[in-house]
């Protein structure tokens, strides 16, 4: 009775299979790129810059390529979970995902085992280099009285940053070297941070300027220096890092678009042309000035050779600063 | 209380156990890197939370030996209670568990919509349901409105599986109108 | 905003007609699932987590508020029908409403139960909607320190709240505790307990271990008892009750809804601690002790007012700190966190439309379940027929994609079953598996306030204590365990108590 039953159902459910499976073999393998939606992997959790980007992206990509780009966030170790999840699907130009500069500098500190050599890059989305902001009540005006305050109480001034070893504490490593002392206090999530610097817990913050934006529009917030060669064209008042004499102005926030890099090169092509014509949108020029992140647009190889000297230099920064065991390891196995 | 869970009860904190003096030795695969100076560092917490474990493992062990004891001296078993034990089928469990397992870890290879209606199908056929037509009809919709609701509207990129089957959820959700 | 326009944009965003119906939808699931004998609200909100996933956050959290308002209350159907309890904090129902069952009074235990869980329920999503944005106002001034303390309380009171078995419960937290430092170390970037394997390296979330111990173990046990729910005799409806009537229990009703207000706000407490020990205070305040346990109307009314109670009271910590203090609240937390919202005092500040329409909602909530219980009341005897395998296979599947859901990584489903085999183990030797899931929500943040505090204050270990604030709440924390401690040891190696444990399950 029991097998029959059984036997009953394994026939049901097979026919059904078949059904299921019989008409789909009409799906024969097909030349048209993009033919299928592509997959938009937003290599962090919802709600901030990368998943702004990624969103917009698939938003003014899907009328370009005529197929949809469903965004998931992959969020973990440092974007690095999404990458990998890119690297495994298939690379047929179908899956794309966000990579931005804090997973690069990541891999030179030894998180996650990805190289600017195994993606393919769409193209370079946005860029801005990170400043120094105080509390609007903050008693410093400039670069200057800050590092003079520091130069006089090393160590009393406090800055929160994302953690050690980031490009915050290469910044903050960089003025202690210049006799401006300044404490990092790492904060794990960038709502904290935000919330200790406005609240008044720390006495600045390292961020990009994208990131705090509604704070700066809100004036809770303002800014100090730019760490760039020359000045920010949303914020043509702040003194560069270069004007300072300091020599750290090669540290952006950039977010490119990325696919494998086995991905083949007229595919990479399509998605780059898509990417250029987003650039040039009345949209995306909107939405990157409103998070001060406009950028020039490159090509793949462009991209790639920006995002590998970003590697190299976080690299040479990393084994210049070493101050932990940690670091030092970890630049040593490198 | 029956001597299985009393089993269980006295070999749990005793692995815990063990587990901690293992971890204790592989916070990081790099001891070196845990050595960070004048700080707490990476290292601290979980040290001190593998302390905290192992302590309350030590202190559960030694609780429940105490228990065995007290029930050898007593003859009987007193916590029982009048509370009996109906775990059912410790066999159909076991089962389920491994089918379970097995089902997560088919969905990278089958894909995710040839594993849901697989394990669907079992699932009833474990459960002493015998109709071929409600365990058709229960995976196939089943099978349909999951997909229509995650993969349609969530938009969730459920795996697809590896090859044969990545090219047959691809027409299947392009017979669906998913694609 | 002042207060009233507040309000009235929380209440327009209530009756937005998608998340009223979604409202409506919850409650039914959860009244629907609470009934059922094995699946609990807790499992009941796993569940609805990957749908949530679609949702707006306003939307996501009034179907999630459903689900709890409903499911708490919907246990307590099956308790008065048929003797089990459909959730373990509708175990008081079981003691005095199956009685009247057996008299021929079901209808009038019915009516007394939902009209207790309804007052319960509104009056503590009025202490939520009244008493949350001062005490959110006040969290403003915290800063790390405070916020480690308010952790290190909760941590604590998932201890002591767990008088019956403390080891148990503080062995099950630190095994949560060690799981959440699994993964890149918050501030150094350190792979911790990694083994070399990549995909741990992004740490393992609350969120699965959560759905495998709250939804794969119950399954699992369903499976192997193949319990028939069909109930053996059919209860009389008998006699109906009159409002009247149902004024003269207002003091139990008070009695137990303040009870649950208070005990909901505690971490780690929940609905079946509230329900319990609001049966033993009205054992003592009603004067009829001596009769409880063979059908006493009180007797029913304060228990299933208390359980409801804490629904509200619960998400207190949850929305004004960010710090959920029961399973339930941390699924609410997923929720949030999955569409990037944080709670926490700035939520206040930063999206009041969206902490208004979830108090709005909750209230709303409370007077909707009295239909969707009555309906389902109803509907009972055919719920029950429904085969536990089909509904079995599906909260399966459902917890497989709400796992996978939650960082799209189908590393997390792996992670998720091995916990789900874990519960079950648990689960089969009475073991507390809630302060395992709090272990891995509050772990790693108590790790960040701690490191940062110390950051910030130059190494200071005293901070915690010389703060004012997070001294008194440290205070606080030490008293709790002390308390809870003062029984254990004065009857030490007298065996810990068993008769309770299972009450204490996953609530």
Same mark, same amino acid.
């Given at each position: ?94 899956? *794309? ?11 030179? $500190? ?9 993606? $393919? ?28 305050? *520091? ?39 960038? $709502? ?72 083949? $090169?007229?595919?990479? *092509? ?65 | ?43 601290? +917490? ?17 609780? @429940? %030996?105490? #228990? +065995? ?11 029982? #209670?009048? @509370? ?16 379970? %397992? ?55 990129? %459920? #795996?697809?599986?590896? @090859? ?16 | ?7 009235? !944009? ?48 306003? !939307? ?9 308002? =409903? ?30 069952? /057996? ?27 009244? =008493? ?28 002591? &709240? ?34 070399? &394997? ?81 049966? =033993? ?5 009603? =004067? ?22 804490? !629904? ?16 339930? !609240? ?7 966190? &999955? ?61 497989? /994609? ?106």
């Amino acid at each position: 009775m029991l097998r029959r039953s059984l036997r009953e159902a394994a026939c049901a459910s097979t026919l059904a299979l078949l059904v299921l499976g019989g008409v789909a073999t009409q799906a024969a393998a097909d030349e048209k790129y993009p033919s299928r939606p592509i997959d938009m992997i937003v290599t962090f959790g919802p709600g901030g810059g990368a998943d702004l980007m990624g969103r917009k992206f698939a938003q003014l990509a899907e009328p370009i390529l005529g197929v949809p780009l469903p965004v998931a966030n992959v969020s973990g170790a440092s974007g690095n979970a999404g990458l990998t999840r890119l690297l495994t699907d298939s690379s047929d130009g179908h899956s *794309a995902a966000t990579l931005i500069a804090l997973s690069v500098s990541a891999w030179a $500190a030894g998180i996650g085992n990805h190289n600017p050599d195994e993606f $393919a890059y769409v193209g370079m989305m946005q860029s801005s280099p990170s400043m120094l902001f105080v509390r609007k009540d903050s008693p410093f005006k400039s670069y200057k009285d800050l590092a003079e305050f *520091a130069k006089a109480n090393p160590g009393k001034l406090r800055c929160a940053t994302s953690g050690y070893g980031t490009m915050d504490d290469i910044t903050l490593k960089y003025l202690a070297t210049k006799g401006v002392k300044i404490v990092n206090v790492p904060f794990g999530k960038p $709502a904290e941070r935000y919330a200790s610097a406005v609240g008044g817990h720390t006495d600045m913050i390292y961020e990009e300027p994208g990131d705090v934006a509604q704070f700066l529009k809100s004036g809770d917030l303002r800014p100090l220096i730019v760490f760039d060669e020359k000045s920010h064209e949303s914020f043509p008042d702040i003194e560069t890092s270069k004007e300072n004499g300091l020599e750290i102005n090669d540290l952006p926030n950039f977010r490119t678009i990325a696919v494998s890099s086995k991905t083949p $090169a007229d595919r990479v *092509a399509v998605l780059n042309e898509a990417a250029n014509k987003i650039l040039a949108s009345p949209e995306w020029k909107e939405f990157c000035e409103g998070t001060y992140t406009c950028t020039k647009p490159l090509s793949p190889e462009e991209t790639k050779e920006t995002v590998a000297k970003f590697y190299q230099t976080v690299k040479s920064y990393l084994e210049r600063f070493p101050t932990t065991a940690e670091e030092k390891s970890a630049s040593k196995k490198k | 209380m029956t001597s299985s869970k009393r089993l269980i009860r006295t070999a749990f904190p005793l692995s815990m156990l063990l587990a901690c003096a293992f971890l204790w030795t592989h916070i990081a695969s790099n001891p070196a890197m845990l050595n960070v100076p004048n700080a707490v560092g990476p290292g601290g +917490w979980p040290k001190a939370m593998l302390a905290g474990l192992a302590f309350f493992s030590l202190l559960a062990f030694l609780v @429940e %030996l105490n #228990n +065995w004891r007290i029930s050898a001296r007593d003859g009987n078993d007193t916590t029982q #209670n009048g @509370e009996k034990a109906n775990n059912g089928s410790a066999v159909m469990a076991i089962a389920g568990v491994g089918v379970i %397992l097995i089902y997560g870890f088919a969905i990278p290879y089958l894909g995710f919509a040839l594993a849901t209606f697989l394990f669907i199908v079992t699932w009833c056929l474990m459960g002493q349901i015998r109709s071929p037509i409600t365990i058709s009809l229960v995976s196939i919709i089943g099978t349909i409105v999951l997909l229509y609701m995650f993969v349609a509207l969530a938009k969730m990129p %459920l #795996n697809r599986g590896v @090859e044969p089957f990545n090219q047959w959820t691809i027409s299947l959700y392009r017979v669906l109108r998913i694609y | 905003m002042d207060l009233l326009s507040l309000f009235l !944009t929380g209440l327009h965003g209530a009756l937005q007609p998608h998340n009223f119906l979604i409202l409506i939808t919850g409650l039914m699931m959860g009244t629907i699932a609470g009934a059922l004998p094995g699946i609990s609200f807790v499992n009941a909100m796993a569940m609805a987590l990957p749908f949530t996933y679609v949702m707006e956050p306003v !939307t996501a959290m009034c179907f999630l508020g459903g689900i709890y308002a =409903g499911g708490v209350f919907g246990g307590s159907i099956s308790s008065i029908l048929i003797n089990i309890p459909g959730t373990p904090a509708s175990l008081p129902a079981c003691w005095d409403g199956y009685p009247m069952t /057996v008299k021929g009074l079901s209808t009038r235990a019915l009516r007394i139960a939902i009209t207790a869980s309804a007052t319960g329920g509104l009056l503590s999503a009025i202490l939520l909607a009244v =008493g949350s944005p001062p005490f959110a106002a006040f969290a403003l001034r915290f800063d790390q320190p405070e916020f480690f303390a308010a952790t290190i309380l909760g941590l604590a009171s998932v201890v002591a &709240i767990a008088k019956d078995m403390p080891v148990l419960s503080a062995l099950s937290m630190f095994i949560g505790l060690v799981i959440g430092c699994v993964g890149i170390d918050p501030h150094h970037g350190l792979s911790r307990f990694t083994f070399g &394997i990549p995909q741990i390296e992004s740490g393992i979330n609350f969120t699965v271990v959560m759905i495998g111990l709250f939804a794969i173990g119950e399954v699992v046990d369903l499976l192997a008892k193949n319990v028939n729910l069909k109930s053996s005799f059919a209860p009389k409806p008998g006699k109906q009750i009159t409002w009247r009537e149902l004024w003269q229990y207002k003091g139990s009703m008070l009695r137990g809804s303040g009870l649950g207000c208070m005990v909901g706000m505690i971490p780690g407490a929940g609905a079946t601690v509230g329900a319990v020990l609001a049966y =033993g205070v009205e054992r003592q305040a009603s =004067g009829r002790g001596a009769e409880f346990g063979t059908g006493v109307e009180q007797a029913l009314a304060a228990p299933e007012a208390a359980k409801n109670a804490t !629904t509200g009271a619960a998400m207190i910590p949850l929305l004004t700190l960010g710090i959920p203090g029961s399973a339930a !609240t941390a699924i609410m937390l997923a929720a949030m966190l &999955i569409h990037g919202i944080n709670p926490g005092p700035l939520l206040f500040r930063m999206d009041p439309s969206l902490v208004y329409t979830i108090f709005v909602s909750m209230i709303i909530a409370n007077f909707l379940m009295i239909i969707a219980a009555v309906v389902v009341a109803r509907g009972f005897s055919t719920l029950m027929k429904v085969p536990p395998a089909i509904l079995g296979a599906f909260i399966i599947v459902l917890s497989v /994609v709400g796992a996978y859901g939650v960082r799209n990584n189908i590393f997390d489903v792996y992670v998720c079953l091995i916990f789900g085999v874990l519960g079950f183990i648990m689960k089969r030797a009475n073991f507390p598996t809630a302060p395992l899931v709090l272990g891995v929500i509050l772990g790693p943040l108590a790790e960040r306030y701690f490191l940062t505090s110390l950051a910030n204050y130059e190494d200071n270990f005293w901070i915690f204590v010389e703060r004012p604030i997070s001294g008194t709440i440290l205070a606080l924390a030490a008293a709790f365990v002390l308390w809870s401690l003062y029984p254990a040891i004065s009857s030490r190696f007298k065996r810990t108590s068993e008769i309770n444990a299972q009450t204490t399950q996953s609530n």
